[in-house]
């Protein structure tokens, strides 16, 4: 530093006017002195203080104040393909300066530098320049370009709105830092060094984020996996973006009810969990953990039990993002489950696809007739009123009721209008484009289907220990944002 702190002192010198440099003194004449005396000594020490991209830039757009060196300098660093100035009018003679440094052999060629002035208040207007520039710098593929703005030069409204326009085209900003000597309030030369700035909203993430947790409000979670994961490389601190990675893609499995994916997954949100901290709230944190040890349960000896859950839950997920058939569905295989299951679990043994009616009844015999009856006055016409060879939703019903079970009662299954209006709810689910018809399902009867499959579930949990099942679906629900 010792050379440079000599070319300072005569740098100030001409400056005040004490020397003469090329016939003048002055501060046009010091500039004059800088840009041919010590601009390589700045830019060498400034290199090896920055931390300067890998990668070439195809174009640097820099703003401009009065005061051409920082775009100077800015360009002597990045070494970009192509150069936009952007200055007000008041400050137009530094372009001169810029376009005297920059255009000639071995940096850039006169069609390469170019230089636009804005009015300096005018946020929209600057805007607008940068977006001219880039759109016209698209790559053969239709791709637009890279680029960096230089917002140290200029005013600060014009640095602003410069920052702002990256922050919307996701460019990246880079700033000249300089240290500044108090009592003759300038720059002090070779003190420089550029600082590269990644978009705002890519370091902290919050509009990527909002982007991705509309994804995952909306249910798809294979989108929002994938662009979590994006964040995850780029966020300053990726913590909650990981853990939301994490439960998307469990989320994910679970709705596909892959059960083979589900442990692996489950064991990722927790690591995610654990390090997420405070990141993630205290309400989102314990709904998530109770997810995880009931979902831990379907492979258990609770399992078939906690499908019927499970198929409630997400029947109620995909009514809420109104996708109406394929909560019927799930309302439908509720209902089904409960019982089939509340017949099975009258007789050890019974199996509701190949059923003996003997460990049902010790009168096979009265049960067909009841079960015959009950068909009748529900208005069901079947050519073979015998007992089903196999046990669907309807005929464990009328099983049920043929064989005055509680449940029935408790879900209001009970008698020939109850079971008519059970079939023709059941009727829905059938006629619809993912069972046996081409009809979809409306909202008002998805609705009706999954009220009674809360009723009857609700019955078939009535006498197992622990809490309610209405707790339990609060529980499992799944977290739509945490915030």
Same mark, same amino acid.
């Given at each position: 530093?010792?050379?440079?702190? %000599?070319?300072?002192?005569?740098?100030?010198?001409?400056?005040?006017?004490?020397?003469?440099?090329?016939?003048g003194?002055?501060?046009?004449?010091?500039?004059?002195?800088?840009?041919?005396?010590?601009?390589?000594?700045v830019v060498g020490l400034a290199a090896a203080r920055s931390e300067l991209p890998v990668a070439s830039v195809p174009l640097l757009i820099s703003l401009v104040g009065f005061s051409p060196v920082t775009t100077i300098l800015s360009y002597e660093l990045l070494r970009p393909d192509r150069l936009l100035a952007v200055t007000s009018v008041q400050a137009e003679e530094s372009v001169d300066v810029i376009a005297r440094h920059v255009?000639?052999?071995?940096?850039?060629?006169?069609?390469?530098?170019?230089?636009?002035?804005?009015?300096?208040?005018?946020?929209?207007?600057?805007?607008?320049?940068?977006?001219?520039e880039l759109d016209g710098s698209r790559a053969p593929t239709g791709e637009r370009g890279l680029a960096v703005i230089d917002?140290?030069?200029?005013?600060?409204?014009?640095?602003?709105?410069? %920052?702002l326009a990256a922050w919307q085209l996701n460019l990246r900003l880079c700033y000249i830092e300089t240290d500044w000597d108090p009592p003759t309030r300038q720059a002090i030369p070779g003190t420089d060094r550029l600082l590269l700035l990644d978009n705002? %909203?890519?370091?902290?993430?919050?509009?990527?984020?909002?982007?991705?947790?509309?994804l995952f409000a909306g249910g798809a979670f294979e989108a929002a996996r994938r662009r979590y994961q994006s964040l995850c490389d780029s966020l300053a601190d990726p913590r909650r973006a990981r853990f939301m990675r994490a439960l998307a893609d469990f989320y994910r499995a679970w709705c596909d009810l892959d059960l083979t994916s589900i442990p692996d997954c489950a064991q990722a949100v927790e690591i995610a969990l654990r390090q997420a901290g405070t990141?993630?709230?205290?309400?989102?944190?314990?709904?998530?953990?109770?997810?995880?040890?009931?979902?831990?349960?379907?492979?258990?000896?609770?399992?078939?039990?906690?499908?019927?859950?499970?198929?409630?839950?997400?029947?109620?997920?995909?009514?809420?993002?109104?996708?109406?058939?394929?909560?019927?569905?799930?309302?439908?295989r509720t209902v089904e489950g409960c019982l089939s299951r509340r017949l099975e679990r009258l007789a050890p043994g019974f199996s509701c696809e190949r059923p003996d009616y003997a460990l049902l009844s010790d009168d096979a015999e009265a049960l067909r007739r009841e079960y015959a009856k009950l068909l009748q006055h529900a208005g069901r016409r079947d050519p073979d009123p015998g007992l089903p060879h196999s046990v669907g939703l309807m005929d464990a019903a009328f099983?049920?009721? %043929?064989?005055?079970?509680?449940?029935t009662e408790r879900a209001q299954l009970k008698g020939s209008k109850a079971l008519s209006y059970l079939n023709r709810l059941a009727s829905t689910r059938n006629r619809s484009v993912l069972a046996h018809g081409e009809q979809a399902v409306t909202r008002a009867d998805c609705e009706s289907?999954?009220?009674?499959?809360?009723?009857?579930?609700?019955?078939?949990?009535?006498?197992r220990p622990g809490p309610p099942v209405d707790d339990l679906i609060g529980e499992l629900r799944f977290v739509r944002a945490d915030r």
């Open positions: 530093m010792g050379k440079l702190d %000599a070319k300072v002192g005569r740098l100030r010198s001409i400056e005040a006017g004490r020397e003469v440099y090329d016939g003194t002055g501060r046009e004449y010091g500039l004059r002195y800088y840009l041919a005396e010590m601009l390589g000594d255009v000639a052999d071995g940096r850039l060629r006169p069609r390469d530098f170019r230089h636009r002035s804005v009015n300096p208040t005018d946020p929209h207007g600057i805007y607008r320049v940068v977006k001219e917002i140290t030069g200029g005013r600060k409204v014009m640095s602003a709105a410069a %920052a705002p %909203a890519t370091i902290f993430g919050e509009q990527g984020m909002e982007e991705a947790l509309q990141e993630v709230s205290h309400e989102t944190a314990d709904r998530v953990e109770g997810q995880l040890r009931f979902l831990r349960t379907l492979s258990g000896d609770s399992g078939r039990d906690h499908f019927l859950v499970c198929y409630y839950v997400l029947g109620e997920h995909y009514r809420e993002l109104a996708r109406h058939d394929f909560a019927a569905l799930l309302y439908y099983l049920l009721n %043929a064989l005055g079970d509680e449940l289907l999954g009220r009674k499959a809360r009723l009857v579930l609700r019955a078939y949990w009535h006498d």
